[in-house]
């Protein structure tokens, strides 16, 4: 049986030393501790978190949320407005959200200090605040990811044990679409199961579902982790139900059992994500949907960084999923979103090469931008 208590938090925001290259937050905000949709691969479960490995019956309920989050937010000088993003580790619309209200909380103090939001969720109740979620698109920038790992309702019952059907998913989004001055929405394929989420014909038909809907964009992780106390849940849960499968995860992730304690591969083999990621990019591309978010762009000194930054890190993505070289590329991205200056106010300078990683190609690569602005649009 699910118990909900509250608990206060010293912090309630949490900024990161690097934006998501793929969500394009720069902060986090769970508005609960535990989740009881109950996923079965949840990455939630693994030690880093400290959390208990049936965290979907004990769910916590951050007291005070939104007052705090006023606080914090009226009282700071460093806290630039930026993307943040409202539930990571924990689903900020899972039931406990229909009684408590913490992830509209959220959204009424972001929307006043004017923060752009970007929303992930396996839940439809996100469409209860589609008039706030408008409302912060209207003045910045918002967008709300649907995690839909399969069509299958026997599949995602047994993975996501709680979590509203994926047909109830779909619908979130095609009403959402339907709304009147809507945000980015799309979906997640993340992750993606081997052996039970990932067969080609199962993908082609799940996002030629997501277009339909009206998605935006999908974006896909082949490597689904196992890690530590995540993969011996995992593989408990996998052995109960799919036993012939368990063979074929030792295959791919060449995990050890030692006095109970699990050892191997934290993603599948590099092959097999080379496999998966160009199928995708081969389906998506053939069905017409975007596989990567087109991210916030502040109107201050940030904005030419964010607009060089995001080509940089959209390019690294594409050769990252093609199994190309890309870490140069990702880093000089994510160091020159970074900088405390314009990045205009830098090349004026004569500074571009003093920026890490961008040397060489990367660095013509950049002045060609910066030189023809509306090659940055």
């Not at 009147?180 to 993340?190: E, F, H």
């Not at 199961?193 to 339909?212: H, I, Q």
């Not at 949907?289 to 109107?299: C, E, L, N, T």
Request: glycine share 6%; net charge positive.
């Amino acid at each position: 049986m699910v118990q909900f208590r509250e608990e206060t938090f010293k912090s309630v925001i949490n900024k990161k030393k690097f934006i998501d290259s793929w969500f394009w937050d720069r902060y986090s905000i769970n508005p609960y501790r535990g989740c009881s949709f109950g996923c079965i691969y949840c990455d939630a479960r693994s030690d880093k978190y400290q959390s208990p490995l049936d965290f979907e019956n004990d769910i916590i309920i951050k007291k005070d949320i939104g007052i705090q989050l006023e606080n914090r937010l009226a009282k700071a000088r460093t806290l630039l407005p930026d993307v943040v993003g409202v539930g990571g580790v924990t689903d900020c619309y899972q039931p406990a959200e229909r009684k408590h209200k913490n992830t509209r909380r959220v959204l009424e103090v972001l929307h006043k200090h004017k923060f752009p939001v970007h929303l992930v969720t396996k839940s439809d109740l996100f469409i209860r605040d589609l008039d706030l979620i408008q409302a912060i698109q209207a003045d910045t920038w918002a967008a709300v990811s649907v995690t839909i790992t399969t069509l299958d309702e026997e599949i995602s019952r047994f993975l996501e044990v709680r979590s509203p059907t994926p047909k109830k998913r779909l619908q979130a989004i095609t009403k959402a679409k339907r709304s009147t001055g809507s945000p980015q929405v799309g979906a997640l394929l993340i992750p993606i199961v081997p052996f039970l989420t990932d067969k080609p014909r199962e993908v082609e038909n799940l996002v030629m579902a997501l277009k339909d809907a009206g998605a935006d964009y999908l974006l896909f992780g082949a490597g689904m982790s196992m890690r530590d106390s995540q993969a011996l849940w995992f593989l408990q849960h996998l052995n109960q139900r799919f036993p012939a499968l368990i063979d074929s995860y030792q295959k791919l992730y060449s995990f050890k059992y030692n006095r109970g304690l699990y050892t191997g591969r934290n993603g599948p083999t590099i092959e097999y994500q080379h496999r998966i990621n160009q199928m995708l990019l081969e389906v998506c591309d053939r069905v017409g949907i975007q596989v990567r978010i087109k991210r916030h762009i502040p109107d201050d000194y940030r904005k030419d960084n964010y607009l060089v930054a995001e080509k940089l890190l959209n390019t690294a993505y594409l050769r990252q999923v093609e199994g190309k070289p890309h870490t140069d590329l990702f880093w000089a991205g994510q160091n020159i979103q970074n900088l405390k200056l314009s990045i205009q106010e830098v090349s004026q300078q004569g500074n571009l090469s003093s920026i890490n990683n961008v040397q060489g190609e990367i660095l013509k690569q950049v002045e060609k931008l910066l030189e023809a602005p509306e090659n940055l649009n």
